[in-house]
């Protein structure tokens, strides 16, 4: 069920993104990861900030600001956030990680090498 749920909202995303591109922030032209703090509402450059914008949001959504990939989840506990986040059974190595509490439940972030 949850990777449906990941799948629907990666298909949303697109979609969206295909009906108003000027809605989303571009990347910096000298090829570094743009830090998207005015458009997601908080620091994106730690996967703590990206925990908290969700915790905040009470949705879990990624937001981009580093170079690798990037999971997020949510769960009863920090543990389960964690466990759900995207790429977790896959083997990457985690650089960095964050959780925070919000809407009833935590949400995670992982970012991978």
């Not at 620091?43 to 908290?52: C, P």
């Not at 937001?63 to 506990?77: A, I, L, P, Q």
């Not at 083997?91 to 990680?97: I, L, S």
Request: proline residues 2%.
């Amino acid at each position: 069920m949850f990777k449906v749920k990941c799948f629907l909202l990666v298909a949303l995303l697109f979609v969206c993104s295909q009906n108003d591109a000027s809605a989303w922030p571009s990347r910096r032209s000298n090829n570094t990861v743009s830090n998207y703090s005015s458009y997601s509402g908080g620091d994106t450059s730690t996967a703590q900030g990206v925990a908290e914008i969700q915790a905040r949001r009470g949705s879990v959504a990624h937001f981009g600001g580093n170079r690798g990939y990037e999971g997020c989840g949510s769960g009863s506990t920090p543990e389960a956030a964690l466990a759900n986040c995207c790429y977790s059974r896959s083997g990457m190595t985690v650089v960095d990680m964050g959780t925070a509490y919000g809407h009833g439940r935590w949400f995670a972030c992982k970012r991978y090498r």
